[in-house]
């Protein structure tokens, strides 16, 4: 493989999915950190690179819609939104998946309001991860490009037929220039075939109708069990597109990602570009004599049990960051980690949770370094912590400063 | 201006093919759904429907379906962003070679009060400002009708519903005015706009063959004698929707390129024709006669027609 890389930012990389599979339509609607993704797609649609129509919607409701109708007429469909937009089209997500349509839109993580923020965490893709849409979520802007072109592949086949997230971190990937190496054209093609669906469309001589009311709760049972199977399909589906995609583009993408696992003794799992910052994290523990490992959330639904429970068995902790908060509960991901360790004879003597990152706050070494340390304390005690707010003094100190500053502007005191 | 019709001058004229076929789930005596079989004469079969929630929505409960069209249930907001969809991705794969021309269909969005007049007001504003080519089928019951007749922004003043109760701060039922979704459609400049009803079907099936010639957003607005929602017996379905026109309170009219024309002129008979065929109004006549709300019917539709004609 004879490719150069060039830099650029994870949004342009997603611009270049969406080009390089082809598209036939892309419906848009603008949200910042995601803006990018359809300023460059709506130049290439203008300018002839990308054979596409372009369409920007009242709403990404309205967006929503229009991407799953034009998959349902047989069209493949792109297309992006961010947070707000994904919440604002939240009843479609569930309506199109039901469809069965297989268009694949990126989110690009922001944190929800309110208060209203520009700054990224997890919670808007997570709030999505029981619509339907199978989710993969990407660490670097090459990651980003690669698992567009793989996601219309899953979402394609006959054995899936469910749209497909794919998710990146706003800012920290979204406006981040990282080398990025574009799969050749040919490559593309052999990778993905086009689409031509059978069973979608609509034709004059072939009416049909789809998202007709049901009438009784086995009815509904037994459609929404089918887009559960099929979902399920995903996992054998994903993976036949990884080994794929490595024979033909020679980079492979597990659905799980492990780093420096082998020797570990505890693990830290966490998802996203920040996952980036945590493998430096194992890295500088390392050297300090400790011996831990990062697992990597890329297949988020389906939910990947088993590989999970291979990477996680016989740890003595393992420690979930997660980047969400759900109030009331703690962190989304490591209810779903904990869940699918349950019934292994060889769980880890300790769960930890914390949760970090939100509104795009730093992780820092120190609060990597915290993580392991209060991680191995819990392996070696046998009982796990949290939820643990990643959230130090010294930003308490320069929160309460402002919230004096805000007492004296509304007092005059 | 003398509105005349040029292809269906005779009931014979309109075609004997069905295209909505009996035995659906709606309400015996539904004024939606006769408007919408007597607008299917002149659609045809070669049709996507794009239902929003709704009344409609009913009409194709899986496995059955009456239609000899195709059909898509979207959400309650987003039926035009739907048609929208379907009419880019039908244009595309025409475009690309990858679906033949003869395989094309017309797109037609079927939408509620609810939906048309609140909720897919940003959805539908968005598709005629884009010029999207498609039909738009409203059918107005005046209410939140498949959810049991609750307040909706085209509920008319002093209108009973399960939200508007009449009462001792608001003896007339319902306080406000219907909204213009006429006019709001209108002021988007679209190439086609009608109000129809039922029991004039000649004009019904003239508006529809007329509008075909028009490329973009073509908008109907189509009287729902509603048996459910208005209270009166199924039988009086065509009387209603016959008074309605008669009163003067549902004006006939087309707008072709934001042109007004009244396709037809009542006598206008004394609104209280219209009004005492129905319970929702029931409490305008009993157990005391509301006067100053029945003249204020009366009012709004004299002041409508005196500013028209």
């Known amino acids: 493989m004879n490719q150069a890389s060039q830099m650029m930012t994870g949004n342009l990389a997603a611009a270049w999915g969406a080009r390089l599979a082809d598209v036939d339509y892309v419906p848009a609607f603008p949200i910042t950190p995601q803006t990018e993704i359809v300023e460059t797609l709506s130049k290439w649609c203008a300018g002839g690179e990308l054979n596409a129509r372009f369409v920007t919607l009242d709403s990404e409701h309205s967006m929503m819609t229009a991407a799953g109708a034009a998959s349902a007429t047989g069209a493949r469909v792109f297309t992006a939104t961010s947070s707000q937009g994904l919440l604002h089209a939240f009843e479609v997500l569930y309506t199109v998946a039901g469809w069965r349509v297989p268009f694949v839109l990126v989110n690009v993580s922001r944190a929800l309001a309110s208060p209203i923020t520009l700054e990224p965490d997890h919670n808007d893709v997570l709030a999505a991860r029981d619509s339907g849409f199978l989710q993969i979520h990407a660490e670097t802007c090459q990651e980003v490009v690669d698992s567009i072109l793989m996601a219309y592949r899953i979402a394609e086949d006959p054995r899936v037929c469910l749209p497909v997230m794919v998710n990146l971190d706003g800012f920290v990937l979204s406006f981040t220039r990282e080398p990025v190496v574009l799969p050749e054209p040919a490559m593309v093609h052999e990778f993905l075939p086009p689409f031509r669906p059978a069973h979608l469309g609509f034709k004059a001589s072939a009416p049909h109708a789809l998202g007709t009311a049901v009438v009784g709760g086995s009815i509904y049972t037994y459609f929404r069990h089918q887009i559960h199977l099929a979902s399920m399909n995903g996992l054998a589906v994903y993976d036949e597109a990884a080994a794929a995609f490595e024979r033909i583009c020679g980079r492979r993408y597990a659905a799980i990602d492990g780093y420096r696992l082998d020797d570990a003794e505890d693990v830290l799992v966490m998802t996203n570009a920040s996952a980036s910052k945590g493998k430096a994290a194992v890295d500088a523990a390392r050297e300090e004599g400790r011996r831990v490992g990062l697992l990597r959330l890329r297949l988020i639904r389906p939910w990947p049990a088993e590989a999970i429970r291979d990477a996680l068995q016989g740890r003595r902790a393992v420690a979930v960051l997660d980047q969400n908060l759900a109030p009331g509960q703690g962190g989304i991901l490591f209810q779903e980690i904990a869940a699918c360790l349950y019934h292994e004879a060889l769980r880890p003597r300790a769960l930890c949770s914390f949760i970090g990152g939100l509104g795009g706050k730093n992780l820092s070494e120190g609060e990597f370094r915290a993580i392991f340390e209060q991680t191995a304390e819990a392996g070696v005690r046998g009982k796990g912590i949290g939820p643990v707010l990643l959230y130090t003094e010294a930003e308490h100190r320069e929160m309460q400063q402002m919230q004096y500053l805000a007492h004296e502007l509304k007092t005059g005191r | ?309």
């Open chain 2, 1 to 309: 201006m003398t509105w005349e019709p040029h292809i269906f001058k005779d009931l014979h004229q309109i075609p004997r093919e069905e295209h909505v076929f009996p035995g659906t789930p709606l309400c015996a005596g539904c004024g939606g759904l006769e408007s919408l079989r007597l607008a299917s004469k002149v659609l045809g079969s070669n049709v996507v429907y794009v239902n929003a929630a709704g009344c409609f929505t009913n009409l194709a409960a899986f496995p059955f379906t009456p239609l000899d069209a195709s059909w898509l249930y979207t959400t309650m907001g987003s039926a035009p962003a739907g048609a929208q969809g379907v009419r880019d991705a039908l244009d595309v794969l025409i475009a690309k070679g990858r679906l033949p021309k003869e395989e094309d269909v017309k797109v037609v969005v079927l939408g509620g009060d609810g939906s048309t007049y609140d909720m897919a007001l940003s959805s539908t504003s968005g598709a005629i400002t884009r010029k999207l080519d498609f039909y738009y089928f409203c059918y107005d019951n005046e209410a939140y009708g498949n959810t049991g007749v609750q307040l909706s922004p085209a509920t008319p003043y002093g209108a009973r519903t399960a939200t508007s109760p009449c009462a001792v701060r608001h003896p007339a039922g319902t306080m406000q005015e219907k909204k213009d979704i006429f006019e709001i459609w209108r002021a988007h400049k679209p190439p086609y706009i009608a109000t129809v009803s039922p029991r004039y079907p000649l004009d019904l099936e003239e508006k529809f063959a007329r509008a075909a010639q028009y490329s973009g957003p073509k908008l109907f607005l189509a009287f729902a004698a509603c048996p459910t929602g208005w209270l009166f017996d199924p039988a009086y379905t065509p009387d209603v929707a016959k008074l309605a026109v008669e009163c003067g309170i549902w004006p006939l009219k087309e707008a072709i390129n934001g042109e007004v024309v009244h396709t037809y002129l009542p006598k206008r008979q004394p609104v209280e024709h219209y009004l005492k065929l129905q319970g929702r109004f029931r409490h305008l006549f009993e157990p005391t006669v509301q006067t100053d709300a029945i003249a204020h019917i009366q009012e709004r539709v004299n002041t409508y027609w005196r500013d028209v004609t």
